[in-house]
């Protein structure tokens, strides 16, 4: 058992900086590792193993907020409920704004996924996950026939050791590495799939097999499969395309050289390539030299000196101080940049080991990613190997030189045909709804102007009705991207609101009723209805200090230098609307002092 069970706030380590800023809606950054059982899932079993896997791993139930500088991590109350599958695969789990858990269970027929983003682990810490999911389920159904409880973790494992951020315990400032450059490798240019969506191809061969050609030529599986998959590259190749070298990434768990017991992303990567139209073309010579490159390359001073690159970037002092919004714009276009350095994507996730009074229950494991790419995962359970490539690529001829390859190598695949329930896609209704309405907008706001182009009316109403439409448009447009957070939609509609109104005023011969009156007004009015939404969902301090905070702040900062700088003609609902903020400030420190200091150092961290 894992003693002290309550998480904490945590900063994101390095790896999650990345993965936070770079995802969207197509690279969700999202992983699924599974187990095929031999039976049907129950699911009423499984969330009662799911319950009490969280109650294990407590720093999985967190959600990402975020702040001024960096984005963080906090416990919350949610509960993780399973469901049957029912959406693409490594679809998106964080949303922008909307509070969610990081990871999804679901099931189907016999398979149990286990889907998670990488801000919140990496692939050791998502099997130590699923295996104590797997075990627990395991134990609920078959405890009547004698299966004994086992439990899979160290007794003397605490939260703490689950959240270690290994990264910056193995950082040395002093150690540096000598700067590479890196050539443009070959890219995959193929037509995406119909609808882009992900597609998987899955197979299974026989992990003794394998390691035995392996030892036969004298190297690691890793190694030997590395260069099948730098082959299988190049004979899609055309005699123009040789003249760039085909490089892989291949992720390196940095555990094997640094001893941790971390659960949150401790990785790295290398990146072996290869150089056809400079090098022979044999087998036997791609294989030589990427053996020499992991040798080379999987040393502690190698793994050591590229976390230091890293971290250094990461706590370079005028860096940190950037807002975060600067810092995603730059680490989205950096993460672009760097994927013209690799072709494909290599991830062996290794072997995933189970009680044996447990293994005669689970038929195999499986991993695989969402990607941008074309990328092979495995991992393997007792003799079973399972490699899955995912790409969004119209072609499979990669995967079919690879089988065949291995085929002339002695080692024969099992074509599996994975099998997903047709996905149900609300969010893409939704946006097609929202779609529609915008475009009905922009008919009537553009028929109006040409009423006014061609007749000229005495009192310009057509104007006044674009402007309100476009206004319309505008609030709910807010409303509809920020439905996820109502306290942050809440705060966007008074920005935008106030300065809309500034516009009409403006346009309307500046009668500056949107200083004296509007902004007053619309600040004591956000700040009552935070306080009601708060209510109602019945949401903990923390969630909507902030927020109330920037509205009262808003409130009282914006008047008063609209009043020194003389645009307030009528001061006094404008003094009574700031003295509403003052006081609510003053409150918030007096009642929640406590709440509030705590808030501003996990928005303000750097």
């Known amino acids: 058992m894992v003693n002290q069970k309550k998480a904490r706030w945590r900063r994101l380590d390095n790896a999650a900086k990345l993965y936070s800023a770079a995802s969207n809606k197509r690279d969700t950054r999202v992983f699924r590792f599974y187990c095929e059982l031999k039976e049907e899932v129950r699911k009423e079993l499984l969330q009662e193993a799911l319950d009490q896997t969280v109650e294990t791993f407590p720093m999985f139930l967190m959600v990402l907020r975020k702040g001024l500088f960096w984005h963080y991590l906090e416990p919350c109350n949610l509960h993780p409920v399973v469901k049957e599958e029912y959406k693409e695969p490594c679809s998106r789990l964080y949303v922008k704004d909307k509070k969610t858990l990081l990871f999804e269970v679901t099931y189907y027929k016999k398979r149990i996924n286990f889907e998670v983003f990488h801000v919140l682990t990496d692939g050791t810490g998502a099997t130590e996950f699923l295996k104590e999911l797997v075990s627990n389920y395991l134990y609920l159904a078959h405890q009547k026939e004698g299966l004994e409880p086992v439990s899979m973790l160290p007794e003397d494992m605490t939260v703490q050791d ?72 190049h004979e899609e190749m055309s005699k123009m395309q040789e003249k760039k070298p085909i490089v892989l990434m291949v992720p390196v768990n940095l555990r094997k050289f640094f001893p941790s ?12 390539g290869y150089d056809f139209s400079k090098r022979d ?76 009074s447990y293994v005669p229950y689970i038929e195999r494991f499986g991993v695989f990613t969402n990607t941008p790419k074309l990328e092979l995962c495995l991992c393997s359970f007792e003799d079973k190997l399972s490699f899955a490539f995912t790409s969004r690529y119209d072609t499979v001829n990669i995967e079919r030189n690879f089988y065949r390859l291995l085929k002339e190598q002695g080692i024969t695949a099992e074509k599996v045909e994975p099998e997903f329930p047709k996905p149900q896609m609300p969010s893409e209704q939704e946006m097609k709804v929202y779609k529609v309405y915008s475009f009905l907008c922009l008919v009537l706001a553009a028929a109006m102007v040409v009423t006014d182009l061609n007749f000229h009316p005495r009192i310009r109403w057509t104007w006044f009705t674009a402007g309100g439409v476009a206004t319309m448009w505008i609030a709910s447009s807010i409303g509809f991207f920020k439905r996820y957070n109502l306290l942050k939609n809440v705060m966007w509609q008074l920005l935008i609101g106030s300065i809309i ?41 923390r969630e909507y200090l902030i927020y109330e905070i920037m509205a009262a702040g808003y409130g009282l900062i914006l008047p008063v230098i609209l009043l020194l700088c003389g645009i307030v003609k009528k001061p006094m609902v404008s003094m009574f609307g700031a003295l509403i903020c003052f006081l609510f400030l003053v409150g918030v420190i007096l009642f929640k002092g406590r709440e509030f200091k705590e808030e501003m150092h996990k928005n303000l961290h750097v």
């Open 162 to 233: 689950q959240e270690s951020d290994s990264f910056l315990k193995y950082y040395s400032k002093d150690q540096k590495r000598p700067k590479e450059k890196k050539t443009r490798a070959f890219q995959i240019r193929r037509k995406k799939k119909d609808g882009n969506h992900l597609h998987v191809h899955e197979s299974v061969v026989s992990v003794k097999e394998v390691l035995k050609r392996s030892r036969e030529l004298g190297v690691s599986m890793t190694v030997f499969l590395t260069a099948v998959f730098l082959k299988a590259i």
């Open 261 to 272: 017991t971390s659960m949150l992303n401790f990785f790295n990567w290398i990146e072996p």
């Open 281 to 356: 073309r044999s087998f036997e010579e791609v294989l030589g030299y990427t053996k020499d490159f992991f040798e080379e390359q999987l040393t502690k001073e190698k793994m050591s000196a590229h976390i230091n690159d890293l971290l250094a970037l990461e706590l370079h002092p005028i860096l940190r101080l950037a807002p975060l919004e600067l810092k995603n714009l730059c680490i989205h276009a950096g993460a672009k940049f760097s994927e013209k350095n690799t072709t494909a994507i290599f991830s062996n996730m290794s072997a995933v080991r189970m009680p044996d």
């Open 501 to 541: 109104c500034f516009i009409w005023d403006g346009f309307t011969g500046w009668h500056g009723w949107s200083a004296d009156l509007a902004l007053p007004i619309l600040s004591v009015a956000t700040l009552a209805g935070m306080f009601v939404i708060a209510k109602v969902q019945k949401s903990p301090v």
